[in-house]
Protein backbone atom coordinates (compact mmCIF):
# COMPACT_ATOMS: atom_id res chain seq x y z
CA UNK A 1 0.00 0.00 0.00
CA UNK A 2 1.31 3.79 -0.80
CA UNK A 3 1.06 6.12 2.55
CA UNK A 4 -2.41 7.40 1.24
CA UNK A 5 -3.88 4.11 0.90
CA UNK A 6 -2.25 3.38 4.55
CA UNK A 7 -3.52 6.81 5.68
CA UNK A 8 -7.37 6.10 4.61
CA UNK A 9 -6.96 2.36 6.28
CA UNK A 10 -6.28 4.04 9.01
CA UNK A 11 -9.14 6.41 9.42
CA UNK A 12 -11.26 3.41 8.92
CA UNK A 13 -9.78 1.41 11.55
CA UNK A 14 -10.52 3.71 13.96
CA UNK A 15 -13.78 4.47 12.64
CA UNK A 16 -12.91 8.30 11.92
CA UNK A 17 -15.36 10.10 10.25
CA UNK A 18 -13.70 12.55 7.68
CA UNK A 19 -13.81 14.14 4.18
CA UNK A 20 -11.62 14.03 1.99
CA UNK A 21 -11.15 16.42 -1.37
CA UNK A 22 -9.49 16.19 -4.41
CA UNK A 23 -7.92 19.51 -6.07
CA UNK A 24 -5.46 21.42 -7.85
CA UNK A 25 -2.28 20.67 -6.79
CA UNK A 26 -0.76 21.59 -3.68
CA UNK A 27 2.59 22.59 -3.01
CA UNK A 28 2.94 25.60 -0.95
CA UNK A 29 0.70 27.38 1.78
CA UNK A 30 -0.59 30.02 -0.84
CA UNK A 31 -2.10 27.38 -3.22
CA UNK A 32 -3.84 25.36 0.01
CA UNK A 33 -4.99 28.90 0.97
CA UNK A 34 -6.66 29.08 -2.54
CA UNK A 35 -8.06 25.89 -2.58
CA UNK A 36 -9.30 26.19 0.75
CA UNK A 37 -11.46 29.34 -0.10
CA UNK A 38 -12.29 27.70 -3.20
CA UNK A 39 -13.70 24.58 -2.12
CA UNK A 40 -15.02 25.75 1.75
CA UNK A 41 -12.64 24.01 3.98
CA UNK A 42 -12.81 24.88 8.04
CA UNK A 43 -9.96 24.11 10.48
CA UNK A 44 -6.32 24.51 10.56
CA UNK A 45 -4.13 23.28 7.83
CA UNK A 46 -1.35 20.94 9.19
CA UNK A 47 2.55 21.63 9.35
CA UNK A 48 4.48 18.15 8.99
CA UNK A 49 7.83 18.83 8.81
CA UNK A 50 10.32 15.72 8.46
CA UNK A 51 13.76 15.88 10.18
CA UNK A 52 16.73 13.92 10.70
CA UNK A 53 18.27 13.34 14.16
CA UNK A 54 22.11 13.52 14.93
CA UNK A 55 20.66 9.55 16.38
CA UNK A 56 20.42 8.31 12.85
CA UNK A 57 16.54 8.50 13.62
CA UNK A 58 13.62 10.21 11.53
CA UNK A 59 11.43 12.13 13.54
CA UNK A 60 8.05 13.83 12.25
CA UNK A 61 7.07 17.11 14.10
CA UNK A 62 3.31 17.69 13.63
CA UNK A 63 1.89 20.70 14.54
CA UNK A 64 -0.50 24.01 12.44
CA UNK A 65 0.34 25.92 9.77
CA UNK A 66 2.16 29.44 10.71
CA UNK A 67 4.12 27.42 14.22
CA UNK A 68 7.78 27.38 13.50
CA UNK A 69 9.81 24.39 14.74
CA UNK A 70 11.97 25.60 17.85
CA UNK A 71 15.32 23.11 17.10
CA UNK A 72 16.62 24.39 20.33
CA UNK A 73 13.89 23.24 22.36
CA UNK A 74 13.60 19.72 20.57
CA UNK A 75 17.21 19.34 21.02
CA UNK A 76 17.16 20.03 25.05
CA UNK A 77 13.66 17.78 25.15
CA UNK A 78 15.45 15.44 23.38
CA UNK A 79 19.05 15.21 23.40
CA UNK A 80 19.21 15.19 19.62
CA UNK A 81 20.01 17.88 17.04
CA UNK A 82 17.80 17.81 13.89
CA UNK A 83 17.85 19.01 10.57
CA UNK A 84 15.19 18.91 7.91
CA UNK A 85 15.23 15.70 6.21
CA UNK A 86 15.86 15.92 2.69
CA UNK A 87 13.22 15.78 -0.43
CA UNK A 88 14.70 12.04 -1.23
CA UNK A 89 14.43 11.31 2.49
CA UNK A 90 10.74 12.68 2.21
CA UNK A 91 10.46 10.17 -0.64
CA UNK A 92 12.14 6.73 0.08
CA UNK A 93 11.49 6.65 3.91
CA UNK A 94 7.80 8.45 4.31
CA UNK A 95 7.03 8.00 0.72
CA UNK A 96 5.70 11.17 0.83
CA UNK A 97 5.79 14.36 -2.09
CA UNK A 98 8.09 16.58 -0.53
CA UNK A 99 6.06 19.62 0.67
CA UNK A 100 3.20 17.18 0.95
CA UNK A 101 4.29 15.32 4.49
CA UNK A 102 1.61 13.22 6.02
CA UNK A 103 1.23 13.11 9.98
CA UNK A 104 0.68 10.00 9.95
CA UNK A 105 0.60 6.41 7.71
CA UNK A 106 4.55 5.51 7.70
CA UNK A 107 6.65 3.60 9.32
CA UNK A 108 6.72 2.47 13.14
CA UNK A 109 10.77 3.45 12.97
CA UNK A 110 10.03 7.46 12.67
CA UNK A 111 9.31 9.03 15.60
CA UNK A 112 6.13 11.06 16.48
CA UNK A 113 6.98 14.75 17.75
CA UNK A 114 3.49 15.84 18.65
CA UNK A 115 2.58 19.47 19.23
CA UNK A 116 -0.47 19.66 21.61
CA UNK A 117 -1.52 22.79 20.50
CA UNK A 118 -2.76 21.21 17.43
CA UNK A 119 -5.89 20.52 20.03
CA UNK A 120 -6.84 23.45 20.60
CA UNK A 121 -8.72 23.47 17.21
CA UNK A 122 -12.00 22.21 15.96
CA UNK A 123 -11.08 20.83 12.30
CA UNK A 124 -7.89 19.41 11.27
CA UNK A 125 -6.71 19.26 7.86
CA UNK A 126 -4.18 17.61 6.21
CA UNK A 127 -2.22 15.99 3.20
CA UNK A 128 -2.14 12.93 2.83
CA UNK A 129 1.36 12.39 1.40
CA UNK A 130 0.20 13.81 -2.53
CA UNK A 131 -0.61 17.34 -3.88
CA UNK A 132 -4.07 16.46 -5.21
CA UNK A 133 -5.65 15.36 -1.66
CA UNK A 134 -6.62 16.73 1.71
CA UNK A 135 -8.44 15.03 4.58
CA UNK A 136 -10.65 17.12 7.03
CA UNK A 137 -11.36 15.96 10.08
CA UNK A 138 -12.43 16.46 13.78
CA UNK A 139 -9.49 17.04 15.47
CA UNK A 140 -10.50 14.99 18.39
CA UNK A 141 -10.32 12.18 16.60
CA UNK A 142 -6.58 12.53 15.56
CA UNK A 143 -5.70 12.04 19.28
CA UNK A 144 -6.88 8.04 19.95
CA UNK A 145 -5.24 7.45 16.11
CA UNK A 146 -2.07 9.07 16.99
CA UNK A 147 -1.74 7.14 19.93
CA UNK A 148 -2.50 3.90 18.60
CA UNK A 149 0.34 3.76 16.17
CA UNK A 150 3.09 1.89 16.85
CA UNK A 151 5.61 4.85 16.81
CA UNK A 152 7.21 6.46 19.19
CA UNK A 153 5.28 9.39 20.35
CA UNK A 154 6.73 12.18 22.36
CA UNK A 155 4.70 15.08 23.25
CA UNK A 156 5.39 18.65 23.50
Known amino acids: M ?4 NIVALLKKYNIVYREYDHDPIL ?3 D ?3 EKARLGWTGVESKNVFMKGDDGLYYLYITTQGQKVDFKKLKDLLGVKFSIASGDDVVSVIHCVPGCVAPFGFSENIVIVLDRNVFQYDDYLFSPGVTTKTIQLNVKDLEPLIKGLPNKLVEV
Open 28 to 30: NYE
Open 32 to 34: AER
Open 2 to 5: NIYE
